[in-house]
T-cell receptor, first 113, second 112 residues
Framework: KAGVTQTPRYLIKTRGQQVTLSCSPI?????VSWYQQTPGQGLQFLFE???????NKGNFPGRFSGRQFSNSRSEMNVSTLELGDSALYLC????????????FGPGTRLTVL | DQQVKQNSPSLSVQEGRISILNCDYT??????FLWYKKYPAEGPTFLIS?????DKNEDGRFTVFLNKSAKHLSLHIVPSQPGDSAVYFC???????????FGTGTRLKVLA
């Protein structure tokens, strides 16, 4: 089975721009979660989707949004980028029930200049 | 409010000895816990989990202990190997929330 894939792997943007990151979960996995990892902060939960519905959202500003498609693929969008948005963005998928472990992709490294 | 804490940013252990990584949590609603290992430039890899109905779970060299009264869990690696050198994250979840709260990680270095 192919693992979780994320595209692009690296991205450089400037302040004020917007960015869209993509995640393809493991085949058969219907839950997709997104996390932001910054040095010293660990992984911060952004949101979780299941069957195209957002079931939970972390404490991030409205500039961070996401969606899930009918094939379980997911995208997240960050608008009006700020320097502090520079981070590794990780996507994880899991089958239901939700207590199963999450399987992570390699992440997208976003640098905002 | 950091609900899951890993108070040791780093740990060094000799090869063959035991590594003990600790994690504390504050939310008594957490009922499922996981440990992940992360190498640079890779996503976290699942290691082992434990539900709140147990106090111990073992998988090969890895054992996780849960002390609910102290809101504390620990990961034991025996024997430690140089390939275990990585950052280890603990994570916790509460039923029906569909999210995991991660600690800030502990960097383990196993010395040959």
């Amino acid at each position: 089975k192919a693992g979780v894939t994320q595209t692009p792997r690296y991205l450089i943007k400037t302040r004020g721009q917007q960015v869209t990151l993509s995640c393809s979960p493991i085949s058969g996995h219907r839950s997709v979660s997104w996390y932001q990892q910054t040095p010293g902060q660990g992984l911060q939960f952004l949101f979780e989707y299941f069957s195209e519905t957002q079931r939970n959202k972390g404490n991030f500003p409205g500039r961070f949004s996401g969606r899930q498609f009918s094939n379980s693929r997911s995208e997240m969008n960050v608008s009006t980028l700020e320097l502090g948005d520079s981070a590794l963005y990780l996507c994880a998928s899991s089958p239901e029930p939700s207590y199963n472990e999450q399987f992570f992709g390699p992440g997208t490294r976003l640098t905002v200049l | 409010d950091q609900q899951v804490k890993q108070n040791s940013p780093s740990l060094s252990v000799q090869e063959g000895r035991i590594s003990i990584l600790n994690c504390d949590y504050t939310n008594s609603m957490f009922d499922y816990f996981l440990w992940y290992k992360k190498y640079p430039a890779e996503g976290p890899t699942f290691l082992i989990s434990i539900s709140s109905i147990k106090d111990k779970n073992e998988d090969g060299r890895f054992t996780v202990f849960l002390n609910k009264s102290a809101k504390h869990l620990s990961l034991h690696i025996v024997p430690s190997q140089p390939g275990d050198s990585a950052v280890y994250f603990c994570a916790a979840s509460a039923s029906g929330t569909y999210k995991y709260i991660f600690g800030t990680g502990t960097r383990l270095k196993v010395l040959a």
